[in-house]
């Protein structure tokens, strides 16, 4: 049957086009040399992704020609229909396969759902793409591609078409038969597997050890379709992982919440210093994508971050730090209100009509100015928005820089933003304390290094000059800070907003949430340390009114990890949790496989079975801490609530 041979040849052509873009990724993103029975394997299971996807494209298709074989309805234009709606629908299928070569090489996962956490930012977006040249490369493969597809499905027509006019294709009997066995096959295709049980899914990817070879099986156009499917069914993805009751319980138990005391909120702990207020000013920079990889840890790159690494050595340092999530937003959104990153919420966004108290508000009760600064589009990921409205003076963007300083979406480069902030800072400590928050974006994509720059570049590839340029800036405005009579009595914090998918760790890498966390006081008010708890963004805030002798109450998921350390920390990459102590790495997926990893030496060594119960005490904590932050949130309780009885 004409009709069936072009489906077959569809099918094909779809299966061969989907591993061809996997051949490519595993081209681009492969490191070291993993066995070749592993990439074997890694390739045949990708096989089986794209079967089912070509299958679920091609069911409409099928549903059709066997409808108007049904009904004796003869004429060429339902094979002409079912052409054409394939053609259009290569428009958005190819564009998935192209984006997610530059998402996952970045992001270690295939693409998901969460890539439309930006949608409503397009202009930003799309300025980000043309700008950068992988994902340029990645728009003209989408395009050579869509044209090879549209010729070849073009070329599958007139054959059938020619094939139709010819006489004689089979009884209706046998034409029956054939039917029937196409429209087994499709279904078992769409289902992916024989076990009645349960159809294909993404954990059926997963048999090695090497995180990329697990998702390179899989195809993105599955994992888009059925994160996007499940996004759309929920208002939110929102956490329900145990018990709401036994989740306070256990967070209570955690932060130590003192029983019987007097509260509004289930975490209330009351902050009485020993000593008086130190009106300090603090200066937070969140660095963009910075990493301890990059400082050279874990084998990392050595001689980026000469700046960091001197200054690590002379300050107050977290060894290990973690971010909360793997998004801006999550950085900046933890770091000053001290709560994690729940699955692929947006907090800036969805969470703006929730009560918080925050860094910023904690220090204006004290006479403190706050003022936040960043690169490019202050509205974009809706930070003006929240900042203005929970604590902040301002939002200095690139609205206010020099026209001539823009050089790209991002915006001004780092030091341009330091240099720009100075005389300003100058007008606040003149007249109170001052809190400013600088988010850095130099060290994201596209990479532009500035043509004025004052030193002179290492010979190294664009991706480690750009965090070259970031430390020097950094440096740059230390020293240009040390001439302001403000400066020793500031307290300056780096920390990463989040790390970045470095290719050699797990599915949940380390590279994206280990990062540098330093507290630098160069009037010698803070002693150097080397602190080697763990801990996280939503520490920070506490910690730092602990050091500025701040009396408070503590509503938040954070603590003062100097007076209170913790034994382990937990976070959040969009649709996997993962929780750390000191020797111990546990990850969820979203498919509900778990592993447990010894991580100091990146170990890849899955010690789930072996070592159960210290997996489930770091999942009880995530759970408890994520389970009851939605709970607060739920309640409109981040920061108490006037008529919450004791407990």
């Not at 052509?13 to 989907?18: A, I, K, R, T």
Request: aromatic share 10%; net charge negative.
């Amino acid at each position: 049957m004409p009709v069936l041979r072009y489906l077959i040849r569809t099918y094909a052509l779809f299966v061969v086009v989907y591993m061809a873009f996997r051949i490519v990724l595993l081209g681009l993103g492969v490191t070291g040399r993993p066995s070749t029975p592993d990439t074997l394997q890694a390739l045949v299971i990708g096989w089986r992704f794209d079967t089912t996807v070509a299958c679920y494209l091609l069911a409409l298709p099928f549903l059709l020609l066997l409808g108007t074989w049904l009904l004796r309805i003869t004429g060429t234009w339902p094979i002409r229909a079912v052409h054409l709606f394939l053609v259009v629908l290569q428009v958005p299928v190819l564009l998935i396969l192209a984006a997610d070569i530059p998402w996952s090489l970045h992001y270690l996962t295939r693409l998901s759902a969460s890539a439309l956490l930006w949608a409503d930012s397009p202009g930003y977006m799309a300025g980000m793409v043309l700008q950068d040249p992988s994902f340029r490369a990645a728009l003209l493969l989408y395009v050579i591609v869509l044209v090879i597809v549209v010729f070849a499905l073009r070329w599958f027509l007139r054959r059938c078409l020619f094939e139709l006019e010819r006489p004689g294709h089979g009884t209706p009997a046998r034409r029956g038969a054939v039917l029937l066995i196409t429209g087994g096959l499709l279904f078992l295709g769409m289902r992916g597997r024989v076990d009645e049980k349960q159809p294909i899914h993404a954990g059926l990817a997963y048999f090695s050890a090497d995180p990329f070879l697990n998702q390179l099986g899989l195809n993105p156009v599955f994992t888009f379709a059925t994160s996007l499917a499940k996004h759309m069914a929920e208002s939110r993805p929102a956490v329900a992982l145990m018990d709401d009751t036994e989740a306070l319980r256990t967070t209570q138990h955690l932060l130590n919440v003192p029983a019987g005391a007097p509260s509004n909120s289930p975490l209330a702990r009351p902050v009485t210093p020993d000593r008086a207020l130190r009106p300090m000013n603090v200066v937070v920079v969140l660095m963009e994508s910075m990493s301890t990889f990059k400082m050279g840890d874990y084998n990392g790159p050595q001689g980026l971050t000469p700046m960091l690494n001197d200054l690590q050595q002379r300050s107050l340092s977290f060894a290990h730090c973690y971010s909360a999530g793997i998004h801006t937003f999550n950085g900046i959104y933890s770091t000053l209100y001290s709560f994690p990153a729940l699955y692929r919420q947006q907090p800036l966004q969805e969470w703006l009509d929730k009560r918080h108290r925050g860094l910023a508000r904690e220090l204006h009760d004290h006479g403190y100015g706050a003022v936040f600064y960043t690169t490019h589009d202050p509205q974009f990921d809706n930070v003006s928005g929240f900042l203005r409205s929970h604590g902040f003076d301002a939002v200095i963007s690139e609205d206010d820089y020099p026209g001539e300083w823009v050089l790209s979406t991002n915006g001004v480069p780092d030091h341009r933003m330091f240099e720009f902030a100075l005389p300003r800072l100058d007008a606040m400590a003149s007249e109170a304390p001052f809190l400013a928050v600088f988010m850095t974006t130099s060290d994201h994509k596209p990479y532009i290094i500035p043509d004025d720059i004052w030193y002179t570049p290492q010979d190294r590839p664009l991706d480690e000059r750009i965090v070259e340029y970031c430390d020097r800036s950094i440096g740059r405005f230390l020293e240009k800070a040390s001439h302001h009579p403000w400066y020793n009595n500031t307290l300056f914090v780096f920390l990463g907003d989040h790390g970045l998918n470095m290719g050699h760790t797990y599915d949940m890498p380390l590279s994206f949430h280990h990062i540098p966390l330093i507290v630098h006081a160069p009037g010698g008010q803070v002693a150097q340390a080397r602190i080697t708890s763990p801990c996280g963004q939503i520490d920070v805030a506490p910690t730092l009114l602990g050091l500025l002798n701040v009396p408070w109450t503590n509503t938040t998921m954070g603590v003062d990890v100097l007076r209170e350390p913790r034994t382990a920390i937990a976070f959040c990459a969009d649709d996997r949790i993962g929780c750390l102590d000191s020797t111990h790495y546990y990850i969820e997926r979203p498919d509900g496989r778990s592993t447990l990893y010894r991580y100091a030496t990146l170990s890849t060594e899955d010690l789930i079975h072996a070592e159960p119960e210290h997996a489930a005490r770091l999942r009880l904590q995530a759970y408890s801490q994520m389970q009851t932050t939605q709970w607060l949130l739920d309640k409109d309780m981040l920061c108490g609530k006037e008529d919450l009885p004791l407990r």
